[in-house]
T-cell receptor
Framework: NAGVTQTPKFRVLKTGQSMTLLCAQD?????MYWYRQDPGMGLRLIHY???????AKGEVPDGYNVSRLKKQNFLLGLESAAPSQTSVYFC?????????????FGPGTRLLVL | QQPVQSPQAVILREGEDAVINCSSS?????VHWYRQKHGEAPVFLMI?????EQKGHEKISASFNEKKQQSSLYLTASQLSYSGTYFC????????????FGQGTRLTINP
């Protein structure tokens, strides 16, 4: 099993450009999450999904959109990138309720917005 | 609301002990601990549930004090491989479906 994979690994964007980050998991997990990690800020939840076709906002959702059309995939979109969105983005998945289940993280995507 | 971790950073010599704390201003249902090595993804260590027992994983253990709304991670006789940034993730109610992570504690183990 590949676990959780993220595409791309690294990307440079110009301000105003758009892009989509893809997260895929092969563990048949119900829950999926998108986080951003900035120095000294820890992991902050952007959006999450508790099942195919569902999405919900996290702590820092502004400027991002998500879709979960298939259970194994969770897409994060930036419609108009801004320098403040320069960060490392992690996707994670878990089998069910987080309070009893660990979250499995992908390797991360480094995004630089110029 | 983000839990607060302390200390923010700690430097130890191999074999020394360390304690990392995670405090919340609100009641917690569960606390999850993760370790992240530089340039890698966070990796799960353990979960502590309200009313549950102290947990252990080799020389790494943790406790959860519900009254103080605090969890502590204990690293005993630290090894070089323990270096990394430790995060606590908290859940305030059962079934909240998401965690709120602290800002992290950077642990450096020197030979």
């Amino acid at each position: 099993n590949a676990g959780v994979t993220q595409t791309p690994k690294f990307r440079v964007l110009k301000t105003g450009q758009s892009m989509t980050l893809l997260c895929a998991q092969d563990m048949n997990h119900e829950y999926m999450y998108w986080y951003r990690q900035d120095p000294g800020m820890g992991l902050r939840l952007i959006h999450y999904s508790v099942g195919e076709g569902t999405t919900a906002k996290g702590e820092v959702p502004d400027g991002y959109n998500v879709s979960r059309l298939k259970k194994q995939n969770f897409l994060l979109g930036l419609e108009s990138a801004a320098p403040s969105q320069t960060s490392v983005y992690f996707c994670a998945s878990s089998p069910g309720h987080p309070y009893q289940e660990t979250q499995y993280f992908g390797p991360g995507t480094r995004l630089l917005v110029l | 609301q983000q839990p607060v971790q302390s200390p923010q950073a700690v430097i130890l010599r191999e074999g020394e002990d360390a304690v990392i704390n995670c405090s919340s201003s609100k009641a917690l249902y569960s606390v999850h601990w993760y370790r992240q090595k530089h340039g890698e993804a966070p990796v799960f260590l353990m979960i502590l549930l309200k009313g549950g027992e102290q947990k252990g994983h080799e020389k790494i253990s943790a406790s959860f004090n519900e009254k103080k709304q605090q969890s502590s991670l204990y690293l005993t006789a630290s090894q070089l491989s323990y270096s990394g940034t430790y995060f606590c993730g908290t859940e305030k109610i059962q079934g909240a479906q998401k965690l709120v992570f602290g800002q992290g504690t950077r642990l450096t183990i020197n030979p």
